[in-house]
Every structure is written in structure tokens, then in C-alpha cells.
């Protein structure tokens, strides 16, 4: 089973933060939702209580993928966080999965962890900060180590391009289904 670590901060995008959450345990994930609170009030005023602490995370934490929802405010969040940019540099240079959808590629870019030529995608309102690299308006894109997406609206397709690369496609299929995705 992957484990997978999701930070929310305040000001993260509930949708995307809930429907990764929800849809990589469907899949048989363990998944680990990481705050810089004792509850993270998201984008929209949904409160969302964490398992652990960013800042708890020990060094020796090993996960199988990252995951960083967007939403403006946390990803800024996220961008001064000293203990996440130390997380994702350790997870990185293991070539371990990242995922970041809406503004969040952002973050990978701040902390300068994208390849040069990476292929993204992220929210529109943020691409110029990512225009350096290859840039994509495909909803879902993945190269390498990392998968990005656009914003809330793709995040079940999102979710399931996790799904394939940490269980397989049958599991990614069948989550689609229980959620009567395709019929």
C-alpha cells in the first residue's frame, strides 16, 4: 500500500484537498494529511482537521508521493514553509513522486525542485510564474517524478493519474467507477 502525504494549509482549496484525500484511499492509499494548524480553515471556510503536524513530520517519514492541493493563500502558505520545502527537497532527490494541481506547481517552482524543461499545467491565473518550463494546457500533465494539474475541476482526473502510478490501472478504474465517473 503507498503511503502518500497531503499538506493543507490555511487557505487551501478544499475540493482538491478533499477529493485526493478521498479518492487515493478509495484506491487502498494510506494517506497522511499534514497541517500548519490544529485545523486548517481552507479557501472557502471548510474546516478540515490534519493527522499530523507539517512541523512534526519526522526526517525519517518515508512516503511513496506528495501531493499539494492549490488554492492561492496556501499555496503561499506552502512557499514559506521551511518544513515542507525540507520535506519535498528530501522526497525529491529520491526521485518519489510529486503531485501539485491549481497554483501549487508554484510551490515546486519557488523551492526550484521542476526539472528545467519540465512539462506542467497548473491554474491559468499562475502560468506565467511557470512559463519557464514547458508549459501544457492539457488538464492533466506528468513527466518524470512529478504530475500537475489545472484547479478543482480536474481533480478527479488528477487524482486517478495518482492512482495509476502508486497502485495500477485496474485500481484507478475501479475507483472511477465507484464514484460512477464513466458508466
Same mark, same amino acid.
Given at each position: 500500500?503507498?503511503?502518500?502525504?497531503?499538506?493543507? #494549509? =490555511?487557505?487551501?482549496?478544499?475540493?482538491?484537498?478533499?477529493? %485526493? %484525500?478521498?479518492?487515493?484511499? !478509495?484506491?487502498? $492509499?494510506?494517506?497522511?494529511?499534514?497541517?500548519?494548524?490544529?485545523?486548517?480553515?481552507?479557501?472557502?471556510?471548510?474546516? &478540515?482537521?490534519?493527522?499530523?503536524? %507539517?512541523?512534526?513530520?519526522?526526517?525519517?517519514?518515508?512516503?511513496?508521493?506528495?501531493?499539494?492541493?492549490?488554492?492561492?493563500?496556501?499555496? #503561499? =502558505?506552502?512557499?514559506? #514553509?521551511?518544513? &515542507?520545502?525540507? %520535506?519535498? !527537497?528530501?522526497?525529491?532527490?529520491?526521485?518519489?513522486?510529486?503531485?501539485?494541481? $491549481?497554483?501549487?506547481?508554484?510551490?515546486?517552482?519557488?523551492?526550484?525542485?521542476?526539472?528545467?524543461?519540465?512539462?506542467? +499545467?497548473?491554474?491559468?491565473?499562475?502560468?506565467?510564474?511557470?512559463?519557464?518550463? +514547458?508549459?501544457?494546457?492539457?488538464?492533466?500533465?506528468?513527466?518524470?517524478?512529478?504530475?500537475?494539474? !489545472?484547479?478543482?475541476? +480536474?481533480?478527479?482526473?488528477?487524482? &486517478?493519474?495518482?492512482?495509476r502510478r502508486l497502485a495500477d490501472e485496474k485500481s484507478a478504474r475501479r475507483v472511477a467507477s465507484d464514484i460512477v465517473l464513466y458508466e
Amino acid at each position: 500500500m503507498a503511503k502518500v502525504l497531503v499538506p493543507i #494549509s =490555511n487557505g487551501t482549496e478544499e475540493m482538491e484537498a478533499v477529493i %485526493i %484525500i478521498d479518492m487515493l484511499r !478509495r484506491g487502498g $492509499c494510506e494517506v497522511v494529511v499534514a497541517g500548519d494548524g490544529d485545523v486548517v480553515v481552507c479557501a472557502w471556510g471548510t474546516r &478540515l482537521l490534519p493527522d499530523i503536524m %507539517i512541523d512534526d513530520i519526522a526526517d525519517d517519514d518515508a512516503f511513496d508521493a506528495i501531493v499539494l492541493p492549490g488554492g492561492s493563500q496556501g499555496v #503561499s =502558505n506552502f512557499s514559506r #514553509s521551511a518544513a &515542507l520545502e525540507s %520535506i519535498l !527537497r528530501r522526497h525529491a532527490a529520491g526521485r518519489g513522486l510529486i503531485g501539485a494541481i $491549481c497554483a501549487a506547481p508554484v510551490v515546486l517552482h519557488d523551492f526550484k525542485l521542476l526539472p528545467e524543461r519540465a512539462v506542467v +499545467t497548473s491554474h491559468p491565473g499562475v502560468a506565467d510564474v511557470l512559463a519557464p518550463y +514547458t508549459y501544457t494546457l492539457d488538464r492533466v500533465a506528468s513527466d518524470g517524478s512529478f504530475i500537475t494539474s !489545472r484547479g478543482a475541476g +480536474t481533480a478527479v482526473e488528477f487524482s &486517478l493519474a495518482l492512482l495509476r502510478r502508486l497502485a495500477d490501472e485496474k485500481s484507478a478504474r475501479r475507483v472511477a467507477s465507484d464514484i460512477v465517473l464513466y458508466e
